[in-house]
């Protein structure tokens, strides 16, 4: 069974497995730590820093902020804690297929950067996954040219 203390900052529950979960509320809205932590005060350290983010005015909602806008700010976290190749590839795959506005042959598109975190789904993912395997498809067919005509001989 899990135990709850809350702190000034926010609620810290044990979980089962012996790790920490961190949450705070605004409102109705309950905001939860994006991972679990290995002790509490570890748990409290995310707790104060999303406080302090609010103070700031650096805190990103999750109810309002698009998926693209999480991943300027988590980019910027990037370029510091990877190589630069991985970096560069990390920017490249998000410009290229999170960010823009993919569009199929069927009356079907998907703009996942446009997407609020908070309605980020499996579901949503699933779809756009399935519209950027028909665009890779397509766009490998153009690049490579097998879906040129065959010489009347050939066929």
């Not at 609010?54 to 909602?61: D, I, K, N, P, S």
């Not at 309002?64 to 980019?75: D, F, M, V």
């Not at 370029?79 to 199929?104: A, D, G, M, S």
Request: charged share 25%; aromatic share 8%; with cysteine.
């Amino acid at each position: 069974m899990a135990k709850a203390r809350r702190s000034p900052l926010g609620t810290v529950t044990e979980l089962s497995t012996g790790r920490f979960q961190a949450y705070f509320r605004i409102g109705d809205v309950k905001h939860m730590a994006d991972r679990t932590f290995p002790n509490k005060k570890a748990a409290l350290d995310w707790l104060a820093d999303a406080r302090a983010s609010r103070a700031r005015g650096t805190w990103l909602e999750p109810v309002k902020t698009p998926l693209s806008e999480y991943l300027a700010g988590w980019l910027a976290v990037k370029q510091h804690t990877v190589k630069e190749n991985t970096f560069r590839r990390y920017r490249c795959l998000v410009n290229k297929w999170i960010v823009p506005k993919l569009t199929t042959s069927r009356p079907s598109e998907v703009e996942l950067g446009r997407v609020p975190l908070s309605v980020l789904t499996p579901q949503t993912v699933k779809q756009w996954y399935a519209v950027l395997a028909e665009v890779a498809a397509r766009s490998a067919t153009e690049r490579t040219g097998h879906n040129k005509r065959l010489h009347p001989a050939r066929r």
